[in-house]
């Protein structure tokens, strides 16, 4: 399930952005036999009782909350007490990710100090870091995937904007 919360219109390039992906991630797993439920939520309410109704719907048994762009990055108020109120004894799990390229730890290296003091990414020691850093290899994608538990037709389900629909914002 996911929950659109920027209303018709994406306003900024990252809205547009955000909205292309979760449109090509939709139709990625539509040719791999499985679906992704999206909805728009206009209030915090709104989108806290979309899925704690999907999460009984399905009975999940983990829902996973995507918190990095919510302010504090804090559980939704009132996500646990709908879920209890609707029956549904799903574990709440809030995840926090960061756009870091390289974790902090590596990352740090790659600033300096300028002549007033403060610090300053040194692009050639990112590069330097950047390149001594290993990555783990992704895992191919599998041709199929289950279908999902039920039709979820929980909330105000409706399709995502037209990332288009942001005028010069949505530059291709």
């Not at 018709?8 to 797993?29: D, S, W």
């Not at 990055?73 to 879920?83: H, I, V």
């Not at 995840?95 to 300028?114: C, I």
């Not at 950047?130 to 105000?156: H, Q, T, V």
């Amino acid at each position: 399930l996911y929950v659109w919360r920027f209303g018709r219109v994406p306003k900024t390039p990252a809205q547009v952005f955000e909205c292309a992906a979760v449109g090509a991630l939709q139709r990625e797993l539509a040719a791999r036999g499985s679906s992704l439920q999206t909805c728009i939520a206009t209030t915090d309410e709104q989108a806290v009782s979309t899925v704690a109704e999907a999460a009984a719907a399905v009975c999940a048994s983990t829902v996973i909350i995507d918190a990095s762009g919510l302010d504090g990055s804090a559980l939704p108020p009132g996500l646990e007490t709908a879920l209890v109120a609707l029956g549904c004894r799903a574990s709440v799990q809030v995840v926090v990710k960061h756009a870091l390229l390289l974790p902090m730890y590596r990352s740090e290296h790659a600033t300096g100090r300028t002549k007033e003091g403060s610090k300053q990414l040194r692009w050639a020691n990112w590069l330097r870091i950047a390149s001594e850093y290993k990555i783990e290899p992704p895992i191919s994608a599998p041709r199929r995937l289950p279908p999902p538990p039920l039709p979820m037709l929980i909330g105000p389900a409706a399709p995502l904007p037209d990332p288009t629909s942001a005028g010069g914002r949505a530059k291709r």
